[in-house]
């Protein structure tokens, strides 16, 4: 009797535990990915043969290859000299399989020519930088904002936190899940995504994009957080002291055929 009791309880306990882990690795297949490319641009030129690459060229070559909306901005003011593009990935595999794809894309080799066979000597950007992020738990997926202003007017806002140690990073990462992203939540500050970089510079640090109608809506919603009792008590508390050491801010406009 006793062995049996004891079987009953081991194969109990397992099921819990396996039905724990696959909760746990669901939970975990829901995180995505996210790659942040910004070209920089030396000149018009440039810009317009980039951009011309990515919207005839690049992003319908994406969606072939089962990428989602993806999200082209420009820095607000100054248009020639960066263009950011942002990838959602379903999976690492989905990543690291994107250029064998897109490379046996015959639409995309035909559409892309100009970008993809320029000579050395006539280059089509100064330099590409790639971030890859994972998304955090508080936010698994990407949410595309539904903006009402002319795209002209609309402002993205993309932060970096960077940390003065892997630790402290974690602990913003915790607050973020634990309350930060809620109170964005409410205050309708139309979070994009929130992804944990896992390569790129400045590492560690966390990066964020929300999303407003115009640049005066988005220092209101800024005051209004601050101000925000909720936040006030989260950002005192002891145990989220000191848990990041600068904040990059880039204000972006979303160009004409940004899906996001």
Not at 160 to 179: C, D, M, P, V
Not at 231 to 241: G, H, R, V
Request: proline residues 3%; glycine residues 4%; positive net charge.
């Amino acid at each position: 009797m006793n062995m049996k009791t004891n079987l009953a309880r081991y194969f109990t306990v397992l099921l819990f535990v396996m039905a724990a882990f696959a909760q746990t690795s669901a939970l975990a297949e829901k995180r995505e990915l996210y790659q942040l490319k910004v070209y920089h641009l030396k000149d018009e030129k440039q810009r317009d043969c980039l951009e011309n690459y990515l919207k005839q060229a690049y992003i319908p070559a994406l969606h072939r290859a089962g990428i989602g909306k993806v999200g082209v901005f420009k820095p607000a003011g100054n248009a020639d000299s960066l263009i950011y593009v942002l990838i959602p990935f379903k999976s690492a595999k989905q990543f690291f399989s994107l250029s064998d794809n897109i490379a046996a894309d015959k639409n995309y080799l035909t559409a892309g020519d100009d970008y993809l066979n320029t000579s050395f000597d006539n280059p089509v950007f100064k330099s590409i930088e790639s971030i890859l992020m994972e998304s955090i738990s508080g936010m698994p997926v990407l949410s595309v904002p539904t903006l009402k202003s002319d795209a002209a007017d609309r402002i993205y806002e993309l932060r970096r936190y960077e940390a003065a140690t892997e630790k402290l990073h974690e602990n913003k990462i915790s607050q973020f899940n634990n309350g930060e992203l809620d109170i964005f939540k409410r205050l309708g500050f139309n979070t994009v995504f929130c992804g944990k970089v896992k390569a790129g510079s400045k590492l560690p640090s966390l990066v964020y994009m929300t999303s407003f109608e115009n640049k005066a809506e988005r220092d209101a919603h800024w005051k209004a957080f601050s101000a925000d009792s909720e936040w006030i008590k989260l950002n005192s508390q002891p145990k989220y002291a000191h848990n990041f050491l600068r904040a990059d801010i880039y204000l972006l406009n979303p160009v004409s055929y940004s899906e996001i």
